[in-house]
């Protein structure tokens, strides 16, 4: 019998949680390492791995070779913006996973609807708000 679920696992009688697959993408190392710290390493008891790329290219790459459960865009990265790699994502990719876009500022959240991500958190990054939208896309579902 294949897996029933890709969250939990059974192993002797013992439950072993799926990691949390996050992409973050940003050519700026500080917006990557804010949002890294801001979150922390779980989310809803499970342990993130986090993939970083700060190119288009790479990201790409990644998204065609790997799955993931959460991607994270900065829309305010030079020479190709998270906007643009969000509109792409969902237009080319069948099976395509959850975005969340860093946007420049409150006002520029109706570029997230242009690009289709699911969320959007404002620069300044609050903490609290980019672990809080997170959390939003690892919690269990409600009845």
Known sequence: ??????????????VTTAKAR????????NVRDKVRFAVGSTTH?????WTETATHDATIGALD???F??????????????MGICRQMKHEYFTCPPVMLLV??????????????DAAVAHPLDPFVV???????FAPASV
């Open 1 to 14: 019998m294949g897996d029933m679920s890709d969250v939990a696992k059974y192993t002797d009688g013992a």
């Open 22 to 29: 996050i992409l973050i993408y940003s050519d700026d190392r």
């Open 45 to 49: 008891g499970r342990t993130i791995e």
């Open 65 to 67: 070779t790997a799955t």
């Open 69 to 82: 459960d959460l991607v994270i865009l900065d829309g305010e990265a030079a020479k190709s913006g998270g």
């Open 104 to 117: 420049g500022r409150p006002g520029d959240a109706w570029l997230a609807t242009w690009s289709e991500a």
């Open 131 to 137: 672990r809080d939208t997170v959390d939003e896309f």
